[in-house]
């Protein structure tokens, strides 16, 4: 049973220029979660997404940030116009719809670099 | 709403010493409590957590942790550690309820010295 899947690991992007960050849940998750963490910080919350539906975004960014998790395919987070303080490594988690629900698994996150 | 304060930043051990992380939490409503760990240019591994019942929880790789709800703490601790431990841990939170995100302390730096 693959584990959460996140592609690209590194993405490098120039100001100005688009992010976007894939997460796979794994396999009969249907709840997501992304977290962003800074340089020498812990994770904070951005936004959790079900199939189709945005539950919570009350941790994303007014501006520039979204995130999707269609009915087919991974869910995207995606950033436009990124900027220096957008650099992060942003962690991608999942959990079940039930039993373990309040357990989230964790993905080995995407380091974005923006120069 | 609810925060969470690990009170160390870096914490330095002798291998095979026993380390104690402390973590304070609050909140205004029951809570899922969580230890997690991080190596390196990696994700989040999840050590153990506490749901209800006994306090005292048993997690991954020797560790183990005791929920105290009059002082709000849920501290982590391994009576003999390896120089493999040498990682970020990150206690973190949840409302007890479906589907709600975690909040997590700053983390705690483990450092094993031979």
């Known amino acids: 049973n693959a584990g959460v899947m996140q592609n690209p690991r590194h993405l490098v992007r120039r100001r100005g220029q688009e992010a976007r960050l894939r997460c796979s849940p794994m396999?009969?998750?249907?709840?997501v979660y992304w977290y962003r963490q800074l340089p020498e910080e812990g994770l904070k919350f951005m936004v959790y997404?079900?199939?189709?539906?945005?539950?919570?975004e009350s941790g994303m960014p007014k501006e520039r940030f979204s995130a999707e998790f269609p009915k087919e395919g991974p869910s995207i987070l995606r950033i436009q116009q990124v900027v220096r303080g957008d650099s992060a490594a942003y962690f991608c988690?999942?959990?079940?719809?039930?039993?373990?629900?309040?357990?989230?698994?964790f993905g080995p996150g995407t380091r974005l670099l923006v120069l | 709403a609810q925060s969470v304060t690990q009170l160390d930043s870096q914490v330095p051990v002798f291998e095979e010493a026993p380390v104690e992380l402390r973590c304070n939490y609050s909140?205004?409503?029951?809570?899922?409590l969580f230890w997690y760990v991080q190596y390196p240019n990696q994700g989040l591994q999840l050590l153990l957590k506490?749901?209800?019942?006994?306090?005292l929880v048993k997690g991954i790789n020797g560790f183990e942790a005791e929920f105290n709800k009059s002082q709000t703490s849920f501290h982590l601790r391994k009576p003999s550690v390896h120089i493999s431990d040498t990682a970020e841990y990150f206690c973190?939170?949840?409302?007890?309820?479906?589907?709600?995100?975690?909040?997590f302390g700053g983390g705690t730096r483990v450092l094993v010295k031979p």
């Open positions: 997404l079900q199939k189709e539906n945005i539950i919570d």
């Open positions: 396999k009969g998750h249907s709840h």
């Open positions: 973190a939170v949840s409302e007890a309820a479906a589907g709600n995100k975690l909040t």
């Open positions: 506490y749901l209800s019942g006994s306090t």
């Open positions: 909140s205004s409503v029951s809570v899922y």
């Open positions: 988690a999942s959990s079940p719809p039930e039993g373990a629900w309040e357990t989230q698994y």
